[in-house]
Nanobody, 126 residues
Framework: QVQLVESGGGSVQAGGSLRLSCAAS????????MGWFRQAPGKEREFVTA???????YYADSVKGRFTISRDSAKKIVYVQMNSLKPEDSAVYYC????????????????????WGQGTQVTVSS
């Protein structure tokens, strides 16, 4: 069983930066597909960014150019560097991984992911 633990959330002013980390433990497939989703109060959980395969990365249009996902495969850690943060980026950010048990609905669909972290809060003030 895979466990995902997020860290790095916090409060920042608009225009600031944060880096989130997600550490995976347990048996993970090679090039374990991982992503980040976020959920603001009263809203659906939405896709933010993901890395599938050895080097493929994907971003939501709302964060493209501001967020960067990267991974340290040896340590099983995925990072997301978030720059130029906006108040609308405020949400609980969840790390997700695809162990392969679920159908593949695409990298941006939460249904594709088997494993989820507990979430970390990001608050951006104006």
């Amino acid at each position: 069983q895979v466990q995902l633990v997020e860290s790095g959330g916090g409060s920042v002013q608009a225009g600031g930066s944060l880096r989130l980390s997600c550490a995976a433990s347990g048996r993970t497939p090679s090039n374990y597909p991982m992503g980040w989703f976020r959920q603001a109060p009263g809203k659906e959980r939405e896709f933010v960014t993901a890395t599938w395969g050895s080097s493929s990365t994907y971003y939501a249009d709302s964060v493209k150019g501001r967020f960067t996902i990267s991974r340290d495969s040896a340590k099983k850690i995925v990072y997301v560097q978030m720059n130029s943060l906006k108040p609308e980026d405020s949400a609980v950010y969840y790390c997700a991984g695809r162990s392969g048990g679920r159908l593949n609905y695409g990298v941006r669909d939460r249904r594709s992911y088997d494993d989820w972290g507990q979430g970390t809060q990001v608050t951006v003030s104006s």
